[in-house]
């Protein structure tokens, strides 16, 4: 950065003498106002180049009245996510769609139902523009929290819970597929063979695991008893229910996990009970996450969601509406992102 003549940071000034305008013309073109021509807009950017000008946040947010700040919310313990490559890749994808737009990500991690005031503090504070959560269950108090401030924010995942009384009437999510995925894995088992298809399936809480478990009856052969165990979404909970299933229902030669995870856990027990898999038992699970299938042994066949896509998504929705007129205003809003079938050596 050029060094200042006087050695103090230049200000918005010293900007306006460089580039022959005023203070208020330059302090629209550092905030992204509009009304300057094009010749004195890069005039102003070649000076503030010149200079090693860097706008006051503090300047800007009252000019703007943007922080520049987006909160991302995860509605899980943090040893879960950050042992757990799903939220990884969803971060990932927020984080490049924000950084694309010069804004900052803001992790709010919700242990428990005691931090929930805590952030509720925050975001009524005014420290971000929006949010953006995810992994919600039936009961989270954070959509009330979040209408009752008034904090635009896209959540991830079909809404499970009851719009707040006076709220707008939906809300904007981005979600996958996951009814017809669970159909892809389920139809793939059964043009396969398998006869007794049983499935593990996500906490009866979460809208995306109903939805799997709906997509698992809808494509189950009419032959096929249903054969659930409900898990976690973890490789633990992925081993306790393929433990339950075992016990209740030894004749079964097929599974579908609703998550690459609890696939994993499955994995685990058959082997354990001397299962072969895909021989005795096959397998699909859910979500395709690379890191997981493709290492698991043997390789996973389950079904692709675009996790880091729907990251981007989520925070596309979010700015476009922040960067329109209208005081950050989301109209209520659904993009349902496709899922496919990804073979591999379990089934």
């Known amino acids: 950065m050029p060094e200042h003549p006087t050695g103090h940071r230049p200000t918005l000034e010293a900007v306006a003498a460089?580039?022959?305008?005023?203070?208020?013309t330059v302090s629209r073109v550092v905030n992204g106002g509009a009304g300057v021509r094009q010749l004195v807009a890069d005039k102003v950017r070649e000076a503030v180049a010149e200079l090693g000008y860097v706008p006051n946040p503090a300047a800007r947010t009252l000019v703007t009245r943007r922080t520049g700040a987006v909160a991302v919310i995860i509605a899980e313990p943090e040893v879960r996510i950050f042992s757990d490559p799903f939220f990884s890749q969803q971060v990932r994808g927020i984080s490049k769609e924000l950084n694309a737009h010069d804004t900052q990500l803001v992790?709010?991690?919700?242990?428990?139902?005691?931090?929930?005031?805590?952030?509720?503090?925050?975001?009524?504070?005014?420290?971000?523009?929006?949010?953006?959560?995810?992994?919600?269950?039936?009961?989270d108090p954070l959509p009330a929290i979040a209408t009752r401030i008034g904090l635009p924010t896209v959540y991830g995942g079909r809404p499970a819970w009851t719009p707040a009384p006076g709220g707008p009437a939906g809300v904007?999510?981005?979600?996958?597929?996951?009814?017809?995925?669970?159909?892809?894995?389920?139809?793939?088992?059964?043009?396969?063979?398998?006869?007794?298809?049983?499935?593990?399936?996500?906490p009866g809480d979460m809208t995306s695991a109903t939805?799997?478990?709906?997509?698992?009856?809808?494509?189950?052969?009419?032959?096929?008893?249903?054969?659930?165990?409900?898990?976690?979404?973890?490789?633990?909970?992925?081993?306790?229910?393929?433990?339950?299933?075992?016990?209740?229902h030894p004749e079964l030669d097929a599974v579908f996990a609703a998550s690459d995870q609890m696939a994993v856990g499955a994995l685990r027990v058959?082997?354990?009970?001397?299962?072969?898999?895909?021989?005795?038992?096959?397998?699909?699970?859910?979500?395709?996450?690379?890191?997981?299938?493709?290492?698991a042994d043997p390789p996973l066949t389950t079904v692709h969601q675009d996790i880091e896509g729907m990251g981007r998504m989520m925070a596309r929705l979010l700015l476009g509406a922040l960067d329109r007129d209208r005081g950050g205003i989301l109209a209520p809003t659904s993009l349902i992102t496709p899922t496919r079938l990804v073979r591999r050596d379990s089934a």
Do not use: K, W
């Open 18 to 24: 460089r580039a022959g305008v005023s203070r208020a």
């Open 107 to 139: 992790l709010l991690l919700l242990e428990g139902p005691e931090d929930y005031e805590r952030i509720a503090r925050y975001l009524a504070g005014g420290h971000v523009d929006g949010a953006l959560a995810f992994s919600l269950h039936a009961d």
């Open 172 to 202: 904007t999510y981005v979600d996958a597929d996951n009814r017809g995925g669970a159909r892809l894995a389920v139809r793939h088992l059964a043009d396969r063979g398998r006869t007794r298809i049983a499935h593990i399936a996500g």
């Open 211 to 248: 939805d799997r478990l709906d997509g698992y009856r809808d494509a189950l052969p009419p032959a096929c008893p249903p054969m659930v165990a409900e898990g976690d979404y973890t490789v633990e909970g992925g081993a306790r229910a393929m433990t339950d299933l075992l016990e209740r």
């Open 270 to 295: 058959l082997r354990e009970r001397a299962r072969r898999v895909p021989q005795d038992v096959a397998l699909v699970g859910f979500d395709d996450m690379r890191s997981v299938a493709e290492c």
